[in-house]
C-alpha cells in the first residue's frame, strides 16, 4: 500500500513569490494536517483538515492556506514568501490518533 | 502556547548500551507518540500511549505516559547502530489526533 506521497520533494523559490505543495494521504484517511519544520527543529503543526474541513490552525500568519479536495488530498499555499519560510513541509494522514507522515518538501527560497 | 521539553538534546551511544530520553509539558495531553526520523525522510511513528499510567513495548523500545499527563520517556535497551538518528516525542490534547505538539527531538549518535 502506498504511504502518504508529497510533491515535489524538493523546490527553490524566490522571496515574495507563492508556492503550492501537494499531499495524497494514505487510502481510506480523511484527515490531513500539514506541518513546517526548520532544520534542528521538531515539526510546527499549520493547518489540519478533516472532510474538507479546516478543523485547527496554528500560529501561522495568513499567508499560509491549505484545501482538501473531494478524494482527501490537499495543497498547501504559502504566499510572498519569506526567507524564513525555507523548511521541510510535513503532510500527515491518519484515521484515528496517530498520524502517518510523508518524507515531505524541501522548500528553499532565496 | 504549549510547548513539550525534550531531553536530552543530543547523547551519543555505543552499541549494546540503554538508552533513556524523556519529555515533559506544562500542559496536560491525552495522547503521546514517540517518532523517529531518519535524514531526508518523515517522522515515523514508533510507540503511542493513549492513557495515563500505560506502559507499551515495541521491541527493544519502550515507552510510559506519565500518572500526570504532563510527562512521557522512552527507553531502547541493547542499542544497535541502525537507532541512530531523531526521535521526536509529540503529544496532542482532546480528539484533535492529528494536531500535535512535537518536542525539540533527542539526536542519537554513536560514539566514535
Known amino acids: 500500500d502506498a504511504g502518504v506521497t508529497q510533491s515535489p520533494t524538493h523546490l527553490i523559490k524566490t522571496r515574495g513569490q507563492q508556492v503550492t505543495l501537494r499531499c495524497s494521504p494514505i487510502s481510506g484517511h480523511k484527515s490531513v494536517s500539514w506541518y513546517q519544520q526548520v532544520l534542528g527543529q521538531g515539526p510546527q503543526f499549520i493547518f489540519q483538515?478533516?472532510?474538507?474541513?479546516?478543523?485547527g490552525r496554528g500560529n501561522f500568519p495568513d499567508r499560509f492556506s491549505a484545501r482538501q479536495f473531494p478524494n482527501y488530498s490537499s495543497e498547501l499555499n504559502v504566499n510572498a514568501l519569506l526567507l524564513g519560510d525555507s523548511a521541510l513541509y510535513l503532510c500527515?494522514?491518519?484515521?484515528?490518533?496517530?498520524?502517518?507522515f510523508g518524507s515531505g518538501t524541501r522548500l528553499t527560497v532565496v | 502556547g504549549q510547548q513539550l521539553n525534550q531531553s536530552p538534546q543530543s547523547m551519543f551511544i555505543q552499541e549494546g548500551e540503554d538508552v533513556s530520553m524523556n519529555c515533559t509539558s506544562s500542559s496536560i495531553f491525552n495522547t503521546w507518540l514517540w517518532y523517529k526520523q531518519d535524514p531526508g525522510e518523515g517522522p515515523v511513528l514508533l510507540i503511542a500511549l493513549y492513557k495515563a499510567g500505560e506502559l507499551t513495548s515495541n521491541g527493544r523500545l519502550t515507552a510510559q505516559f506519565g500518572i500526570t499527563r504532563k510527562d512521557s520517556f522512552l527507553n531502547i535497551s541493547a542499542s544497535i547502530p541502525s537507532d541512530v538518528g531523531i526521535y521526536f516525542c509529540?503529544?496532542?490534547?482532546?480528539?484533535?489526533?492529528?494536531?500535535?505538539?512535537f518536542g525539540g527531538g533527542t539526536r542519537l549518535m554513536v560514539k566514535p
Open positions: 500527515a494522514s491518519s484515521w484515528g490518533t496517530s498520524p502517518t
Open positions: 483538515y478533516y472532510e474538507k474541513e479546516e478543523r
Open positions: 509529540a503529544g496532542s490534547v482532546g480528539n484533535a489526533g492529528n494536531m500535535l505538539t
